[in-house]
């Protein structure tokens, strides 16, 4: 495919700049979510394989966080005022990539080329390849240090950048979690937000079978964060906790998103263990697409 | 009589090892020159290498506790905002620990970001077979994207500070602590890609890297009493390596032996034996290092010993490797 950047006219202009907390109703976050669930099944659609179940998970956090969260630029993706998000959970970078397109970071013929060889867009997001990404990821378990060290470098350059970090609930099994997170309190690093999007599933059984992690607000309370629980599926709810987030200005803060691996499919609920990684097609796929169109929000 | 120790004077009494005040000054010399520096370190950032920066600067040191891997990746979050970040870093639990985090988030990336890895090679032998850094050059020469020093001593130490600045991505520069034979007497320019030439020779050739460059040129020294002209390289660049002083050096000289704190294993002899194997060069050649086996534990200089990290075993495996070049 061509390597060539994406050159939206006139995106340095700040009339493009889209501030935090932009006005959006709650009610059309989660008709975005339920587009960006449909986007999830067409970009897989172009590549032998897809993280589908935990991608669904976290569709209404990252809609959330990109259409109202963070300060951005449209088109600009390498804006330098912008605030930062990494995804620690890298495999649902499929998710992703259908926000970075509308939001003009590359163009929309970019979606059809996911997972294929040479792509940009990949199924762990690297930021030399697609732009929109601002790090690397891929190893579970280092995207909270990294976060952590920008958040501190953005508060040295005296940058009002806040830095979100999605986490999976299986991720946060590595230990180099807890190291950022024992590190994040200690430095009061406040422009620092951890999500957790705890679905509750890995890829062997039940996230709580396979290594209990709960209670997860506890435990990141216990190391100094404040702690923000709400239903990961309800914009509404996300909307309120990420403006709670922002006052905390020494405290990092963890938002611990209940969710269902494989919201929205009913097959992928049932099974999300199966749906983790795979291929969607014929009937099966028209099944998905008409249950997400269907679902009431 | 009893006596307190310094906790970072890990090498104290062992080796001559006069070189880290020299460097500590130049990195706080580095550091006050160029605003941009941070250092980030897991407990070690008092230590002879950097605390005089942090004495000075105590705001541009970060110190992550005893957890190498989250200091790692933080430090790859602090470059992307355009600061020089040096992570120091106990060689045995930086390139080893930390080989995911430095290839994932450091390499891979390209952030600017300097491993300074203190107390490699056998320099924290007597604390265990735990704390030798043996296998780090095999490590970190297979990480694409990387660029790998390894100052000879004091003085070329110092160089890497500045010398890094070729680079725009990441390095990781391999600290020796031994002061045996010190090669040179002021910083001396450092080229990447480029070994240093200390001694011009023509019946053979020791290539050396860190202690190894120390021993080269003091067994090249002894060799030339009894007649012998031995070209000495001094290996500060690993990682890219200088393919032309090896083929040159096989083809103009016959014998090629290379000498290393490290493992014969994944280090500089198996680089320069791929060189040489590359370009069809059949000539006299081995390798002097650390033997692929666990290994025993004591003072640094009781190991070099043991091990024949020493400038008389390297002269008498010269010896041996001419002898059957004839």
């Known amino acids: 495919m061509s390597q060539s950047r994406a050159k939206p006219a006139d995106n340095n202009s700040a009339h493009n700049e889209l501030p935090r907390l932009r006005p959006i109703a709650a009610g059309a976050l989660q008709e975005r ?35 109202h969260v963070l300060r951005l630029r449209k088109g600009d993706p390498g804006w330098e005022d912008r605030d930062r998000f990494l995804l620690g959970k890298g495999h649902v970078a499929v998710a992703l990539w259908p926000l970075f397109a509308e939001l003009e970071f590359f163009p929309q013929s970019w979606l059809q080329t996911f997972g294929q060889l040479g792509s940009r867009l990949t199924d762990h997001p690297d930021m030399h390849r697609a732009p929109g990404v601002d790090f690397s990821s891929g190893s579970l378990g280092h995207n909270l240090s990294v976060g952590l060290g920008m958040a501190l470098a953005a508060r040295r350059r005296g940058k009002d950048h806040r830095i979100y970090v999605l986490l999976g609930d299986g991720e946060i099994h590595e230990g180099q979690v807890w190291e950022a997170v024992m590190a994040a309190a200690h430095y009061k690093a406040g422009n620092l937000v951890a999500i957790v999007d705890a679905n509750g599933s890995c890829a062997d059984g039940p996230t709580q079978s396979v290594m209990g992690i709960e209670p997860l607000t506890d435990r990141f309370s216990s190391f100094g964060w404040h702690c923000i629980e709400v239903d990961g599926h309800d914009s509404g709810a996300l909307m309120r906790a990420f403006a709670e987030a922002m006052q905390f200005a020494e405290q990092p803060v963890c938002v611990v998103a209940r969710t269902l691996k494989g919201k929205g499919i009913s097959f992928m609920e049932e099974s999300p263990r199966e749906w983790h990684l795979g291929a969607l097609n014929g009937a099966d796929l028209e099944r998905a697409r008409s249950e997400i169109r269907e679902a009431k929000q | 009589m009893s006596t307190m120790s310094d906790p970072f004077s890990f090498t104290a009494g062992a080796v001559e090892s006069s070189y880290v005040g020299n460097l500590g000054e130049a990195f706080r010399r580095y550091g006050e020159q160029n605003d941009d520096v941070l250092l980030i370190s897991p407990d070690l950032g008092a230590g002879p290498v950097t605390g005089a920066f942090v004495q000075q600067f105590p705001e541009r040191f970060i110190d992550a506790g005893i957890a190498e891997c989250n200091a790692m990746s933080m430090a790859a979050g602090m470059a992307t905002y355009g600061y020089k970040v040096f992570v120091l870093q106990m060689g045995a639990f930086g390139a080893l620990k930390c080989a995911e985090q430095i290839r994932a988030d450091i390499a891979f990336t390209q952030v600017p970001v300097r491993i300074l890895s203190a107390w490699s090679g056998l320099a924290m032998g007597f604390f265990g077979t735990t704390h030798h850094a043996v296998e780090d050059i095999a490590i970190t020469r297979a990480i694409p994207g990387l660029t790998v020093l390894a100052p000879a001593d004091d003085n070329a130490a110092t160089a890497m500070l500045s010398a890094s ?17 010190p090669v040179y007497d002021s910083p001396p320019e450092i080229i990447l890609g480029r070994f240093g030439c200390v001694r011009e020779g023509s019946d053979g050739t020791i290539i050396g890297t860190g202690l190894g460059a120390q021993l080269a040129a003091g067994a090249a020294a002894l060799l030339a009493r009894e007649g012998l002209s031995i070209r000495v390289l001094d290996a500060y660049s690993l990682k890219p390596l200088d393919e032309a002083a090896v083929v040159d050096a096989a083809r103009e000289t016959g014998a090629i032996l290379t000498v290393e704190e490290h493992l014969v294993t994944g280090g500089l002899g198996s680089a320069v034996g791929e ?13 002097h290092g650390i033997p692929d086996e666990t290994l025993t534990v004591g003072m640094p200089e009781e190991l070099y010993a043991h091990y024949g990290l020493t400038i008389e075993e390297t002269a008498q495996r010269m010896r041996a490797l001419l002898a059957g070049k004839r």
């Open chain 1, 33 to 67: 979510a339920r587009q960006l669930r449909l986007d999830i099944l067409d970009v897989i659609s172009h590549a032998p394989m897809g993280h589908f179940s935990s991608s669904l998970s976290c569709a209404e956090i990252l809609v959330t966080l990109y259409h």
């Open chain 2, 275 to 287: 060189i040489l194997a590359r370009n069809g060069l059949g000539v006299q050649f081995s390798i």
């Open chain 2, 165 to 181: 600045e070729q680079v725009r991505g990441p390095v990781f520069i391999r600290l020796t602590d031994a002061n045996v034979n």
